[in-house]
């Protein structure tokens, strides 16, 4: 199961590089946002993906960036959404 | 009957009630390619009941929050957080000065409505607030980001001076209904359409703005997207980022999924015309198109549209028009004539023109031209363009006041520019010959994007596991017509 989400995550997140002509690898503990290789609009897309797929609710103030800003974080976050 | 898997993955996309046709072929790689034409009855109740518009901007409130919170590159007092604007050609931030000559052009063309009453949706972190609010009586900033708006008051104590008139709310451009009728007499919404979810959310705010703005005001809509030049748009910057060796088939298909995946709010000068069918309280819209001098996206693809809701007292003139032929001919015109007014048609429009050819050329060049070749013929491309800031310079040396409009909505980009004598003249300015009041034949559909994209992500969970191996990905495009079928 926890492999299979990855899968899932990765592919996502390859897209949206993909969609910036950026086809290097990534690391699943690169950090995504917060080193300005995807954008606001990037991020936008990313809590669409999260909300919908994973039912994961953004609506809590406190959120930070953080928590979605590489592969890992957003595993640990679907795995433990609290 | 046997069928082959192909024929079995077809009749299986069918079953699925997202699905009106499909049709599924194997590509050179042996990846399906699935080509769908979507059931439009199920994306609209998909819509509805996901209250998707709500949603999208919520999306769009959480990150926008994110981006403001922590890295702040606000500098000095300017309300301009240069770091979150990025150019779509290199995606680095556009530079500072050219992102302050458009806030400085902006505020001029604020300025110029004599705001007294100013509400301003969207004031983010105050870029035109922090210049405007001083000039005027009072001055209602809202934002749906807090932390934008918690930027300010630190910004404005750095400035000095009093901000009695300044108050700041944090609130969705369509909860505004709460202002008492006629509360303000200017109403400014810059750079934020482009994040609405769809037509109907730019309708209601719309419907409460005209409620709560005076019979005698206007409506700042400023830093719209054109969406007559989209195709140029979306071309010019995927040929900026091509490497030379692409083929000019993948080309085609990096600009058509450009326009097809639009997630913004882009609206056609034409659009804000075709609005007065629908609001009878518009009296007069004044199409703008930017007159920076820096090359960007902004200046080049951006205008700002000032929706009047009474006409002037002035009288407007209808002037002759000319259509453009050279500018040797213009200025020989207004140095020898010493006309009053002289009114220019079809002004070909530099800043776009290159890109409106490319985007013809586009369409008629073979597919295996590489993209180093298609640069190659696009640069003996003659040019007959004029830049707006030569003609402004013209007209300041011969004494005449110029302006432009783009309310003809050519997909050519060509303006109209008027040189007049006089200052203040209230122009009757050319217009599309026919206006729809269809109003969404003028814009993109933002939400209609997100439903379709939600319903391929659908169809390859659908089919994973059952006839497609697991982790496969399937290459799917939504079509109006399959291809292999005539209409």
């Keep these: 199961m926890e492999l299979s989400d990855r899968t899932r995550i990765k592919d996502f997140i390859a897209g949206l590089l993909l969609n910036r002509d950026d086809r290097g690898a990534v690391e699943d503990s690169e950090s995504l946002f917060v080193s300005g290789r995807l954008d606001s609009l990037s991020a936008v897309e990313v809590v669409a993906f999260l909300e919908e797929t994973f039912g994961i609710d953004f609506s809590d103030v406190d959120f930070e960036i953080e928590k979605i800003d590489s592969i890992d974080h957003i595993a640990a976050l679907i795995a433990n959404p609290a | ?487």
């Design chain 2, 1 to 487: 009957m046997s069928q082959n898997p192909v024929q079995q993955l077809e009749q299986l996309l069918e079953q699925h009630p997202g699905v009106l046709r499909a049709a599924v072929h194997k590509s050179t790689d042996h990846k399906f390619v699935v080509q769908i034409i979507p059931n439009q009855d199920y994306l609209n109740r998909q819509l509805r009941e996901d209250g998707e518009d709500r949603k999208r901007l919520k999306q769009w409130q959480t990150v926008y929050n994110w981006f403001e919170k922590g890295k702040s590159g606000i500098s000095e007092n300017t309300g301009l957080d240069t770091s979150i604007w990025n150019s779509s050609y290199t995606r680095k931030p556009i530079p500072r000065e050219e992102m302050l000559e458009w806030r400085d052009l902006t505020v001029q063309q604020i300025l110029s409505l004599n705001p007294v009453e100013v509400l301003e949706i969207g004031c983010g972190t105050g870029p035109l607030l922090l210049r405007i609010a001083p000039k005027t009586k009072r001055y209602v900033g809202i934002d749906f980001s807090a932390s934008s708006l918690k930027s300010i008051p630190g910004q404005m104590e750095g400035l000095g001076g009093s901000w009695d008139m300044v108050s700041l709310e944090e609130r969705a451009a369509d909860s505004i209904s709460e202002f008492r009728e006629d509360s303000f007499d200017t109403v400014v919404m810059n750079s934020v359409i482009q994040c609405f979810p769809s037509l109907e959310y730019f309708k209601r705010v719309l419907g409460q703005i005209i409620r709560i703005t005076k019979p005698c005001g206007s409506v700042f809509i400023g830093d719209v997207r054109n969406y007559a030049l989209s195709p140029a748009f979306a071309l010019s910057v995927e040929l900026y980022r091509a490497a030379p060796s692409m083929s000019v088939s993948e080309l085609r298909k990096l600009v058509q999924k450009r326009l097809l995946t639009e997630r913004e709010f882009v609206a056609s000068p034409a659009f804000f015309l075709a609005l007065r069918q629908h609001y009878p309280e518009i009296a007069g819209v004044k199409i703008l198109p930017k007159l920076g001098q820096f090359n960007n996206e902004l200046n080049n693809f951006r205008y700002d549209v000032i929706l009047q809701l009474a006409t002037t007292k002035n009288n407007l003139t209808n002037p002759f028009w000319y259509d453009w032929s050279t500018q040797e001919s213009v200025q020989q015109q207004l140095f020898d004539g010493k006309p009053e007014i002289l009114a220019l048609s079809r002004v070909p429009n530099s800043r776009v023109e290159k890109d409106v050819a490319a985007f013809a050329f586009l369409a008629k060049c073979p597919d295996s031209t590489t993209v180093d070749e298609f640069r190659a013929e696009l640069g003996k491309y003659p040019t007959i363009g004029v830049h707006p800031r030569t003609l402004l310079t013209l007209g300041a040396t011969l004494g005449y006041q110029v302006s432009f409009s783009w309310a003809s909505s050519r997909p050519d980009g060509s303006h109209e520019v008027i040189f007049c004598r006089e200052k203040n003249t209230d122009i009757i300015w050319q217009e599309p010959d026919t206006l729809s009041g269809e109003l969404s034949r003028y814009v993109s559909d933002p939400s209609g994007v997100t439903s379709r994209l939600n319903l391929a992500r659908q169809l390859q969970e659908y089919i994973q596991g059952k006839l497609v191996p697991n982790e496969l990905r399937v290459d799917i495009t939504f079509v109006e017509t399959l291809s292999g079928e005539c209409n």
